[in-house]
DNA sequence: AGACGTTAGTTGTTATCACAGATGTCGTCA
DNA sequence: TGACGACATCTGTGATAACAACTAACGTCT
C-alpha cells in the first residue's frame, strides 16, 4: 500500500511554500537570465560582461574601483573582477587604471568602445524585458517587486 | 547644468518596472542561493549535485535517463549532465547503468549512500528555507509563488 | 621611523561550464 | 536487410568560476 501511494508522483510536488517560493524564483530568474544571454549573445558578449558595462557606464564619469564594481554585480559578488576586467580590457571596452593617490586601487572606466556597445544594446534589452512581462499588469508587476525586495533584504540568515 | 543633473546619483535606477523585476528576480534568487550553498558546503557538495539528488530520490523506484535528470535542473538545462553525473557516481552518490532495452539510455539511479546523504540534509535546507521567508505571511508567499509562476510561464519570448 | 594590522588587488590551482562535433543505437521505410 | 534520419549520450576544447594563498600599499600607533 505504501508503495502504491507512493507512486503517484507528483502529486505534492513542494514539501513547503518557502520552498515552493524559493524554487520559483530561481527557475523564474533562471529562464529571464536565459532570455537575457540570448540576446546578449548575437553581440558577443557574455552576462558579466554585460553587467559590468551597465555598472561602469553608470559610475561615469570617474569609474569604479575594482571591489566596487565586484559589489555591484548581480550575480554573485564575483570574486574573480580582475580577471574579468582584464579580459575586458583585452577587448578594448574597459580601461584600467592605478589610482595615484592611492596606489592599491585600481579604478575601472568604460570606454567609447565600450559605451557605443552598451548603447547598441539598449533597445534590444528594452525591448526584451517588455516582450518578457508585457503579459502582467503594472500593479501586479509593482507588488511583485516590492515582494521581492522585502523576502531579499529583510531575509533571515544564519 | 547636464552635467550637474547627471552627478546626482541612483536616483532613478530603474529604467522601467519591468527591468526593475528582472534584477530583484535575479538578485534575490541569488541570494536565497548563496544562503543554501552555504548550507551545503558544511556537507561537502555543490547546489548542482544536491538538485541532482532531489531529483534522483523523487525519480525512485526505476530512476531517471540522464537526459531527463538534465531537463529537471533547476538553474540551467545543464549541457552537461553525463559529466556531472560521472562525478557522483564516482563519489558513490549516484549509480548509473545502461539500459538493457534501449542501449542508447543510461538510468541514473540513487544509491543508498545518495539518500542517506540527502535525508541529512533535509532538516537543514528545510530550517534554512524557513529562516530565509520567516518574515512573510502565508498570503504573501502565496501571492509572490503565484506572481512569479505567471511572469515565468506566459512570459513572451523571441 | 618601523612594526603591525588592514585593505585592494593579483595569481595559482582546480573544478566546472558552454559549445560543438562525434559516437553508438534505434526505428522505419524502401 | 540495409540505408538513413533521429535520438541519447559522450568527448574535446576553451573559457570561466570558486577558493585560497599571496603581494603591494596604506594608515596608525608607538
Do not use: C
Request: glycine letters at 8%; aromatic letters at 4%.
Amino acid at each position: 500500500m505504501r508503495l502504491l501511494g507512493r507512486s503517484i508522483k507528483q502529486r505534492k510536488p513542494f514539501e513547503s511554500l518557502e520552498q515552493e517560493v524559493f524554487l520559483e524564483v530561481l527557475r523564474t530568474g533562471a529562464a529571464m537570465m536565459q532570455d537575457l544571454v540570448d540576446v546578449l549573445r548575437r553581440f558577443g558578449l557574455t552576462q558579466p560582461q554585460y553587467n559590468v558595462l551597465r555598472i561602469l557606464r553608470g559610475a561615469e564619469p570617474g569609474g569604479l574601483p575594482s571591489g566596487e564594481v565586484g559589489e555591484r554585480m548581480v550575480v554573485s559578488r564575483e570574486p574573480d573582477v580582475t580577471r574579468l576586467l582584464v579580459r575586458m580590457e583585452k577587448l578594448g571596452w574597459v580601461q584600467r587604471q592605478r589610482r595615484a593617490d592611492n596606489r592599491r586601487v585600481v579604478t575601472a572606466r568604460i570606454t567609447e568602445k565600450g559605451l557605443r556597445l552598451a548603447k547598441a544594446l539598449d533597445g534590444p534589452v528594452r525591448r526584451m524585458h517588455n516582450r518578457q512581462l508585457h503579459h502582467m499588469s503594472r500593479r501586479e508587476l509593482n507588488t511583485l517587486a516590492t515582494l521581492l525586495e522585502r523576502a531579499r533584504r529583510e531575509r533571515g540568515r544564519p
